[in-house]
């Protein structure tokens, strides 16, 4: 198994709902990330979770939370976002650094 | 602070024709460069991967190359094809390796016209 698969693909919800993204991967990779994409801009990071430790991008917002059950999954959970938070939400993961990233599809989120 | 810049932000070309796409970076300390690319509402699909080490990597009709004292990488489409149609981003990873920093460039768009 060489993929990273994320669930959903596309989300729509509300500003009160709590939702969770899933990322998944079976590659035995030890590091995992949670990107976030505007349209025609490059993915910027939110987290990185590696050797159990988590990473946080201090510019994110306490709206996204993410979890990692373990090693192989990484959930971002959602609660009362805005309109802005409207994007692809992608997933990656990584052997190490001298092996580069797996993406998964994304998800698509809509915040309404 | 590492920048990544992709130039031109668009490219459209013909059927057929040999194309190359530049990213460049500012901070030649890097620990390697990973070529994407992006299909519109999708993931990001991985076509190669350059160490500091290396000069440049092959895959079928990509290759790209690496020039760290200059700050630049190409990627080099041979013969392309309608089914290249999409954007193209670099990742430049730091010195250091940390799994935090990568940066990623402003992405060229490509459109292959048949």
């Known amino acids: 198994d060489t993929e990273v698969t994320q669930t959903p693909k596309h989300l729509v919800m509300g500003m009160t709902n709590k939702k969770s993204l899933k990322c998944e991967q079976h590659m035995g990779h030890r590091a995992m990330y949670w990107y976030k994409q505007k349209a025609k801009k490059p993915p910027e990071l939110m987290f990185v979770y590696s050797y159990e430790k988590l990473s946080i991008n201090e510019s994110v917002p306490s709206r996204f939370s993410p979890e990692c059950p373990n090693s192989s999954l990484l959930n971002l959970h959602l609660h009362a976002l805005q309109p802005e938070d409207s994007a692809l939400y992608l997933c990656?993961?990584?052997?190490?650094?001298?092996?580069?990233?797996?993406f998964g599809s994304g998800t698509r989120l809509t915040v309404v | 602070k590492q920048e990544v810049t992709q130039i031109p932000a668009a490219l459209s070309v013909p059927e057929g024709e040999n194309l190359v796409l530049n990213c460049s970076f500012t901070?030649?300390?890097?620990?390697?460069l990973q070529w994407f690319r992006q299909d519109p509402g999708k993931g990001l699909t991985s076509l190669l991967l350059i160490q500091s080490s290396q000069r440049e990597q092959t895959s079928g009709r990509l290759n790209a190359s690496l020039d760290k004292s200059s700050g630049r990488s190409t990627l080099y489409i041979a013969a392309s094809q309608p089914g290249d149609s999409a954007t193209y981003l670099c990742a430049v990873r730091p010195g250091s390796g940390g799994y935090q920093k990568v940066t990623f460039g402003t992405g060229t768009k490509l459109q292959v016209i048949p």
């Open positions: 990656a993961s990584s052997q190490g650094p001298e092996n580069g990233y797996t």
């Open positions: 901070d030649s300390a890097i620990y390697n």
